[in-house]
């Protein structure tokens, strides 16, 4: 696979690490495109690539494809704009790898299929350092052929992988997975910010957490982050709304009530509000902590 030439769209946090992390496992990322130019054209300089001007121009110069993007409206927007990826796509690969709706994953797969290109869905878990050195948790949604096809590739962004099943199964699992850390995290937030209130050892109260019912990855990765007001963007706030949204919508969809994921989005959506949407997750305590900005 190593002989394929790799294009990325989408060259922020997640995006420019993997095309990092690839071109030092001896792939030749050959094309990115990213809003920014700038940003493009940066990473190209570092990585020996080329910064592509127009979305076309990436499908031309590469085999497979791999996008980052924020949200549904900017994957119609380089897929279905008038400068768009599927422009003489035929046997291309598309893996997109952004946690969007479903609904949007199946209907690339049907577009693709029209043209004789393929798409897979590459869903992330894990952060930037992960995504730098090929540590990142992967689900995968798809033609499992396809998926078995691209899996050296995969392994190579990867710890671990699993194959969810078709086209959207991996962005329902997805947003589950963000959604149950979501509440977590809001859940974190909320102790400590009481701990904090009753005059507690706040880290103390971490170490009973970490040996009791309390422990969580959450408190491994975020406690001390919420203690320090250290809230440097691994994850935003704005997109574990995002996240929290899309679950709440899809628990609707079958009738689930979800009380818990609804009060972590509505706490979400006022630390956007303040003005906090690209604070890290972590600054969920912002709205919990005695004396704190969003608190009063």
Wanted: charged share 25%; proline share 2%; net charge negative.
């Amino acid at each position: 696979m190593k002989d394929q030439k790799i294009g990325f769209v989408g060259l922020g946090r997640m995006g420019g690490n993997m095309a990092r992390c690839l071109k030092d496992k001896g792939y030749s990322v050959s094309a990115l495109f990213d809003i920014d130019q700038d940003l493009a054209k940066d990473l190209a300089s570092e990585i020996d690539s080329t910064a592509c001007k127009t979305l076309a121009e990436v499908t031309a110069s590469a085999d497979i494809i791999l996008t980052v993007v924020t949200n549904d409206s900017a994957m119609d927007a380089i897929y279905f704009g008038d400068d768009n990826l599927f422009i003489a796509a035929e046997g291309k690969l598309f893996i997109n790898c952004a946690t969007l709706t479903p609904s949007i994953h199946v209907k690339l797969e049907e577009a693709a299929a029209k043209i004789g290109a393929k798409t897979l869905e590459g869903c992330m878990a894990s952060s930037i350092p992960q995504a730098r050195h090929g540590e990142l948790y992967l689900m995968i949604g798809g033609q499992e052929a396809e998926f078995e096809a691209a899996k050296p590739l995969l392994d190579d962004l990867s710890k671990a992988l699993t194959y969810v099943g078709p086209s959207g199964k991996a962005s329902e699992v997805k947003a589950l997975v963000n959604m149950v850390m979501n509440i977590n995290t809001g859940a974190l937030a909320e102790g400590l910010g009481l701990g904090a209130a009753l005059g507690i050892d706040l880290e103390m109260l971490c170490k009973v957490f970490s040996q009791t019912g309390a422990n969580s990855r959450v408190l491994e990765t975020d406690a001390e982050d919420m203690l320090n007001r250290d809230h440097d963007c691994f994850f935003s706030a704005s997109h574990a709304a995002k996240d929290s949204g899309i679950a709440l919508d899809l628990g609707k969809s079958k009738g689930v009530s979800m009380p818990l994921a609804q009060a972590t989005l509505e706490q979400y959506n006022k630390l956007c509000e303040l003005g906090l949407g690209e604070l890290d997750k972590s600054g969920i305590a912002e709205l919990t902590f005695p004396g704190r900005k969003g608190s009063e």
